[in-house]
């Protein structure tokens, strides 16, 4: 069963929508459920996200997993962005069920390839930031829960 906050964010998802000129735009996918997810990061001149606002094609956990994401990252800088894991974007939601978790890692690795198009972008190195994968399907295999 869903957690309400699952639900609220499901059914009232924050941050929908694209961010024009995006200083980072990161997409991810699990081939094997057919989720997408798309983030998009508008970061100030002293690293701070400002704005952040995510495009999902999924499931509700897929939905409320970006939503959730996207309002952890806002506010932060990128290193702390980088700092949000799967664990603490299902932790805020107040858990999902063993066979939604692949969406949190959906959310986690699409705020790394945004970070990481925002890297290459202006040229400079986020301290622990390595090239995230674009289908999640194989790290998902890699970690079976």
């Not at 939604?100 to 790394?112: D, F, N, P, Q, T």
């Not at 202006?122 to 301290?127: D, L, N, R, V």
Request: charged share 25%; net charge negative; proline share 3%.
């Amino acid at each position: 069963m869903y957690s309400e906050k699952v639900v609220d964010h499901f059914t009232n998802p924050r941050n929908v929508g694209e961010i024009e000129n995006a200083s980072g735009v990161g997409t991810v996918g699990n081939a094997k459920c057919g989720d997408i997810m798309r983030i998009y990061l508008d970061i100030d001149d002293d690293g701070i996200i400002r704005d952040v606002k995510f495009k999902t094609f999924g499931c509700g956990a897929a939905i409320a997993t970006s939503s959730m994401a996207t309002e952890l990252v806002k506010g932060k800088n990128v290193q702390q962005a980088l700092e949000v894991t799967n664990k603490a974007v299902m932790e805020a939601l107040d858990g999902l069920p063993p066979v939604k978790v692949h969406c949190s890692l959906l959310a986690e690795e699409a705020i790394h390839a945004a970070l990481w198009d925002y890297s290459q972008k202006h040229g400079i190195k986020i301290e622990g930031l390595e090239k995230p994968p674009t289908d999640i399907a194989e790290v998902v295999e890699e970690e079976e829960y």
